[in-house]
């Protein structure tokens, strides 16, 4: 069964140790946010809920009421990081650091972004069996907590068991 607080905690701190600028992480959602800050969310597309190859489902125990004896297969299930930056004076400099931690290089070449720090080790330190980078949304006006800041999600698919 996947401990899916380990998995939060274990994706922000790798973000935090690798992303550059330095970005600060937050594995779980809080009423209020300092940016510029990482936000690691639940996905709108949470969990897929797979088959094995026989067809078998993945949930143990009793269903419908009959004893199930099926061994429990890999979930696979998907979080975002919700990258949030204040609206600065200007919005050039709030995007320029938020296109970096979303892949775009500066001019010294010295970015690394959300999706490559996760690259470094797509185990997650062995708490998944991998975890990808899939897309990430066009940067605009984030809410958070009818706060009006500027950012945009990065999208990830996770395996684990």
């Known amino acids: 069964m996947v401990n899916i607080s380990a998995v939060r905690n274990a994706l922000a701190a790798q973000v935090n140790q690798y992303a550059y600028p330095a970005l600060r992480m937050l594995p779980d959602a809080m009423d209020q946010v300092n940016p510029p800050v990482?936000?690691?969310?639940?996905a709108r597309n949470y969990i897929d809920y797979v088959t094995t190859l026989d067809g078998a489902t993945g949930f143990g125990g009793y269903i419908g009421g009959q004893a199930q004896s099926v061994p429990?297969?890999?979930t696979n299930f998907g979080l975002d990081i919700m990258v949030v930056v204040a609206k600065a004076s200007t919005l050039e400099r709030?995007?320029?650091?938020?296109?970096?931690?979303l892949g775009f290089q500066n001019s010294a070449?010295?970015?690394?972004s959300v999706a490559a720090a996760v690259m470094k080790d797509p185990t997650l330190g062995g708490t998944v069996h991998w975890c990808l980078p899939v897309s990430a949304d066009a940067p605009g006006p984030v809410d958070w907590n009818t706060?009006?800041?500027?950012?945009?999600?990065?999208?990830f698919q996770l395996s684990a068991l």
């Open 38 to 42: 990482g936000v690691v969310l639940p």
């Open 109 to 112: 070449g010295t970015a690394v």
């Open 72 to 74: 429990v297969s890999d």
């Open 147 to 155: 706060v009006q800041y500027f950012g945009a999600r990065v999208h």
């Open 94 to 101: 709030a995007e320029s650091d938020l296109d970096l931690w």
